[in-house]
Nanobody, 122 residues
């Protein structure tokens, strides 16, 4: 399974961020996809995940209420949007996949993309 994230870059505080993760190499439908992020000097943390069936989503508290996650099975992709950006959203964002249901623990994900840098200026 290969993952490729896109959409990072320089954003303004208060703006919106759109990230996309394209998954290839296996039957996408059976994989749950999650986003994690790692800020400078900090450990990697969970952001959001969507179940393989698309009927369940979970969000970490720092982004809950201002984020959405969706999947497009026709394009084998998962999209993350974070609104009302804050400087503390600055991080390298990674998408990860696992067969079956999602978790919020990075050790449960075997497949990872290379990450995309998001910088939020104040």
């Amino acid at each position: 399974v290969q993952l490729q994230a896109s959409g990072g870059g320089l954003e303004q505080a208060g703006g919106s961020l759109g990230l996309s993760c394209e998954v290839s190499g296996r039957i996408f439908y059976w994989y749950s996809v999650a986003w994690f992020r790692q800020a400078p000097g900090k450990e990697r943390e969970f952001v959001a995940a969507i179940r393989w069936s698309g009927d369940n989503r979970i969000f970490a508290n720092p982004v809950k209420g201002r984020s959405t996650i969706s999947r497009d099975d026709a394009k084998n992709s998962v999209n993350l949007q974070v609104n009302n950006l804050k400087p503390e959203d600055t991080a390298v964002y990674y998408c990860a996949a696992r067969p079956g249901s999602y978790t919020d623990d990075d050790v449960d994900y075997a497949y990872w993309g290379p990450g995309t840098l998001v910088t939020v200026s104040s």
